[in-house]
């Protein structure tokens, strides 16, 4: 066993019996470089990861070129989930160099941990115009020896690069309409008309684009795209939720993990598409996404897993596919490989539940078992809003348990950490992890009614601004001010596959700006805005989750302070429809300016509406609200 032996995270642990000499990210590491004058070999991936599998098999469990790795490196292995930071500088970096990502990302280092060459995967034999990983060991070996001016230099270029991609400056550029409208033309243009989405093959799912669509009323691409991810394939009629990606323009054969962010970001975006177009198909695949994730990721105390695994014993989706005889109707069945199938179409509550209960005797894919703050914070919002809009209090309930994990075993006194696992949490909270939770805890305070989760939420936005703020040109950082000091200090601003912590905390700041009438926290998300402003009508796939930050800050705004009882019938009445750019504070509570003055009227459950604190008279009678 090597050095990983001691460490938490799923994806580690699986390399800790490899023969490479693996070290964890850390001093010791780059301590043992400067002392032997090696570079460093860091390769980072995730435990859910299909081809970090396949390079441990090929090549980190070789005898052979572990010896190389042993002799010629220190080698450095890292689970990007858990080091997003460390993750996102060095692969900026290999996109730099190689013009494309993913993992698993190999990179070699200086023992300062400069980078100066990298790649993604690499075969154990040359093929398809790919070097051996064995041949590569070798000659950046040779390099580092014999030419170390020039790996200095690129070392350099890179490092520079790198530090000046965190220095974006905001646009002067207005902000306004405008910017929606073009964004939907361009998604427009880039719509697969015949399967939804956008683009082509591979397509992963667009949650924070649809989120947008459904705000912009561009329901033809927003319904598209979730008819098509829904028909099968991607989505698991099986068991609910949905898988990482599908290979194909069909939405049909899926890379088989499925991940935590992914169905916390897709049960609100059929959700909100059930509240716009009345279908019910959208609330099933609601209710059955909500339902894998309490059954299969649900973790004891509360919190959610990070990941099922794309491969059962060795094989991808071995788990989730069928043969014919398995199958009563026939044209359930679309062909994957090995004699396999893909199920696509309708299938009746019993089929589901026969299915089911037959896959639940099979091998089953390994889950990342580590808790992730940030996920768990998507999870958190989609949990309270579906609870709250499906009236299952069930739901709300664990809502209610993953908010006290999330503010107990995953905080340190008023700080997050980034992951737990077995009753240990370690690392420190990143942007995203500020952001998302602070973002669940207001949906749960909406769902609840219960002043704490606002209060929190409020909490957590003012403390991230403290982390992670660049004073000086705007957005926020991905570490914190006091956090590990890395070659670069890097700003995420792409919201895929997830909202950026930029995106997430902007759309926090307005809602609580609106809710404290707070101009200066509205300020903050302009900041973010105005750094995107420029690349988002040339790209705005990318950048989805920020375009409703957009059109909530263009938005009038519409204030709900309701007073009293969040169950009682006027309160559901005014918060029935789908209004995503109201706010909305439940009272009587103290230090919240919205609420302030606002009482029962007559012993009643009252709804103010409010714009800009201006409030028309309060409302008692739910049938006022009865259009929407």
Not at 164 to 188: D, G, I, K
């Amino acid at each position: 066993m090597n050095r990983l032996a001691h460490e938490t995270s799923p994806y580690l642990l699986q390399h800790a019996a490899n023969p490479v000499d693996w070290y964890p990210w850390g001093d010791e590491a780059f301590a043992k470089a400067h002392a032997e004058d090696k570079p460093v070999l860091l390769s980072v991936g995730y435990s859910a990861c299909h081809w970090c599998h396949v390079m441990e098999r090929e090549s980190f469990e070789d005898a052979e070129t572990a010896k190389l790795m042993n002799e010629l490196y220190v080698s450095v292995k890292v689970d990007r989930e858990e080091r997003p930071d460390v993750d996102a500088v060095y692969m900026d970096a290999v996109v730099a160099l190689s013009g494309h990502g993913g993992w698993p990302m190999t990179v070699f280092l200086t023992p300062g941990g400069e980078p100066f060459f990298g790649g993604t995967y690499y075969p154990p034999e040359p093929r398809h115009g790919m070097p051996a990983f064995r041949q590569v060991l070798v000659a950046i070996a040779e390099a580092y020896r014999i030419q170390r001016e020039d790996v200095a230099k690129q070392a350099d270029a890179l490092v520079d690069a790198l530090r000046r991609t965190a220095q974006l400056q905001p646009s002067s550029e207005p902000l306004n309409e405008e910017l929606l409208s073009e964004a939907v033309r361009v998604l427009r243009a880039q719509f697969d008309e015949r399967w939804g989405g956008f683009g082509r093959a591979p397509k992963f799912p667009p949650a924070s684009t649809i989120e947008f669509l459904l705000r912009a009323g561009a329901l033809d691409l927003a319904r598209g795209t979730l008819d098509g991810m829904a028909a099968g394939g991607m989505y698991d009629l099986v068991g609910g939720g949905f898988h990482r990606y599908s290979v194909d323009e069909q939405w049909l054969v899926p890379h088989f993990e499925k991940m935590l962010y992914d169905n916390a970001l897709l049960i609100p975006a059929y959700l909100h598409g059930w509240l716009v177009t009345g279908d019910d198909r959208y609330r099933r695949v609601v209710e059955q996404t909500v339902e894998y994730t309490l059954r299969e990721l649900q973790l004891e105390g509360g919190g959610f897993a990070s990941a099922q695994d794309a491969d059962t014993d060795g094989v991808e989706g071995l788990t989730f596919t069928w043969t014919p005889d398995e199958i009563d109707r026939d044209e359930l069945l679309l062909p994957f490989e090995h004699g396999q199938y893909i199920l696509r179409g309708e299938l009746s509550d019993d089929e589901r539940a026969r299915l089911l209960a037959t896959r639940k005797q099979r091998p089953q894919p390994l889950r990342d078992d580590k808790a992730i703050a940030a996920w768990n914070g998507l999870m958190l919002a989609a949990l309270a809003e579906a609870g709250r809009r499906l009236e299952r209090d069930d739901w709300l309930d664990a809502a209610r348990e993953l908010a006290e994990f999330l503010l107990g075993p995953l905080a340190d006194g008023d700080r997050l950490h980034r992951t737990w696992r077995g009753g240990v949490a370690k690392g420190t909270g990143y942007l995203e992890d500020y952001a998302n939770v602070a973002h669940g805890l207001y949906e749960l305070h909406v769902a609840t009614g219960d002043a704490r989760w606002l209060h929190e939420s409020y909490r957590l936005a003012h403390l991230a601004i403290d982390l992670f703020a660049d004073e000086e040109n705007g957005g926020f950082f991905l570490a914190p001010a006091d956090g590990e000091a890395l070659v670069a200090r890097q700003k995420d601003l792409d919201d895929n596959p997830t909202p950026s912590g930029n995106s997430m905390l902007a759309f926090v700041l307005i809602r609580l700006a609106r809710i404290w009438g707070d101009d200066e926290l509205e300020q903050r998300a302009v900041g973010v805005l105005r750094l995107m402003r420029d690349v988002i009508p040339r790209a705005p796939q990318g950048f989805g989750w920020a375009l409703c930050a957009l059109d909530l800050h263009l938005s009038p705004p519409r204030e709900l302070a309701i007073v009293g009882d969040p169950q009682s019938d006027v309160a559901r009445a005014a918060l029935r429809g789908f209004d995503p750019n109201a706010v909305v504070a439940f009272g009587p509570m103290d230090g919240v300016p919205l609420l302030e003055g606002k009482t029962l009227i007559d012993g009643k459950t009252a709804v103010y509406v409010c714009e800009r604190f201006a409030c028309q008279a309060p409302v008692t009678d739910p049938a006022l609200f009865a259009d929407r």
